[in-house]
């Protein structure tokens, strides 16, 4: 948009047009989404907004109703579509009331190098290096709304990275359904560590980030580059879903308990010092108290280093809807708060055992006396994980510092610099 002349603002007030960009994975989202189109159209039929275009992936599960329900809607644009955003807002603008689509684009546009502006602050951005999954989890709508796996061309991500880092970005993330398959539609086999390899020569990137892996898709390459490449943080999100292998099972994961600890153990002892994230799903079809208590064990011994816990959420037109055994959601809501409850104690313990103890952080903001400032470790990833509350002289957003860790809650940790 910046590119097409756009002046962009995150405030519906005060613009011609308005872009909701949606999420439609899960019930939840996808009302969230109506609802600002909701309020969007409410702007625009009072004088409020000329124009009013959806994105996302909303478009691509309710192309036909989105239309019908929303009559102020100007513009559809899929995932798979983005760069046509400024087309279909100029659409908008230009010829209101012609209903335009932008919808299934080819995977060539998923492929090449990407103009873009960067929203996440000056310093980290995140990559996205493929769209798309092939899993087939038995609960997930993603497939279904992004398509199969499509990598992106490693030159692209190379070019991309470049960009970025010449505007000043100093840490990436890289995303994807599942960054460890990435290149797996390009060559036939996974080439994620290769990736990473190339990253790593792009001047300026100091940090590099791996989100989103599977824990079926882990390689011995992929422990390799933590060793072979200094700018790869040593972090890992590895979301698990579950430990029971029934629930596993059930959930089409690709793991069953045993793959799983053999995993986990493995990063652990090749990587010394890694944070690993986890992602677990509680109230999955037919998970009884028994598998419920298996998976709590399973968290109290392993004690991951951060933890978001979900509940499950019945969506249409998946296998798991159709699976007996649903459970209440009084349950599902109460399973959540014990998973919640233990994660905090673990938590708490893990950022005691840091007092005392120096860290790198790289400042993500600073109060205007520059005294104060927030920032994150290697084991802390943007915007999921906790933060570095720091002070001192003269910070700068941006900046690497070493700190020490004074102070700790349940998720923050608290220091000041070190000179
Ligand atoms: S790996 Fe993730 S995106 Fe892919 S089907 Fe499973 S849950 Fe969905």
New binding site residues.
């Given amino acids: 948009m910046a590119g097409h002349g756009f002046n962009t603002s995150s405030e519906m007030q005060g613009a011609d047009v308005a872009v909701v960009n949606t999420c439609s994975f899960l019930d939840s989202a996808r009302e969230e989404a109506e609802q600002w189109i909701r309020d969007a159209a409410r702007l625009k039929r009072n004088g409020g907004l000329k124009g009013l275009v959806v994105a996302g992936c909303l478009p691509a599960l309710e192309r036909n109703r989105l239309f019908e329900d929303f009559p102020e809607v100007d513009a559809i644009v899929g995932p798979r579509d983005r760069l046509k955003i400024a087309d279909a807002c100029r659409a908008a603008l230009e010829k209101p009331g012609r209903r335009v689509s932008f919808l299934g684009s080819s995977d060539s546009l998923v492929r090449r190098l990407h103009p873009r502006a960067v929203s996440t602050g000056r310093h980290t951005a995140y990559l996205k290096i493929a769209e798309g999954?092939?899993?087939?989890?038995s609960?997930?709508?993603?497939?279904r709304i992004r398509g199969d796996m499509v990598s992106r061309s490693m030159k692209s991500l190379v070019d991309e990275a470049s960009l970025l880092a010449k505007c000043g970005i100093r840490e990436l993330s890289l995303i994807a359904?599942?960054t460890t398959n990435y290149g797996v539609d390009l060559r036939g086999r996974p080439r994620l560590a290769l990736l990473l390899k190339r990253l790593s020569r792009v001047e300026g990137i100091d940090w590099m980030r791996l989100l989103?892996t599977?824990p079926a898709h882990w390689s011995d390459e992929i422990m390799d580059a933590f060793a072979g490449i200094p700018e790869l943080c040593k972090y890992a999100d590895v979301?698990i879903?579950h430990v029971s292998d029934r629930v596993l099972r059930l959930m089409r994961?690709r793991t069953t308990q045993s793959s799983l600890i053999g995993i986990l153990e493995k990063i652990r002892s090749t990587i010394p010092g890694i944070s690993i994230r986890t992602t677990v799903m509680v109230g999955f079809p037919g998970e009884g108290e028994r598998e419920f208590t298996e998976l709590l064990g399973f968290l109290k011994y392993f004690r991951f280093d951060h933890l978001g816990a979900f509940v499950y959420s019945r969506e249409e037109n998946t296998v798991a809807m159709r699976l007996p055994h649903q459970v209440p959601e009084k349950v599902k809501e109460e399973r959540l708060h014990r998973i919640m409850e233990l994660q905090q104690e673990i938590s708490r313990s893990r950022n005691a055992a840091l007092v005392g103890r120096e860290v790198t952080i790289l400042v993500d903001s600073v109060e205007a006396s520059a005294t104060r400032g927030v920032g994150r470790t290697e084991g802390q990833a943007p915007e999921i994980d906790g933060v570095v509350h720091v002070s001192g002289a003269g910070l700068r957003s941006g900046q690497f510092l070493r700190v020490l860790v004074e102070g700790f809650n349940e998720y923050d940790l608290f220091g000041k610099t070190l000179s």
């Fill in positions: 999954c092939n899993n087939g989890c609960y997930c709508l993603i497939p359904q599942d989103y599977h979301p879903q994961r």
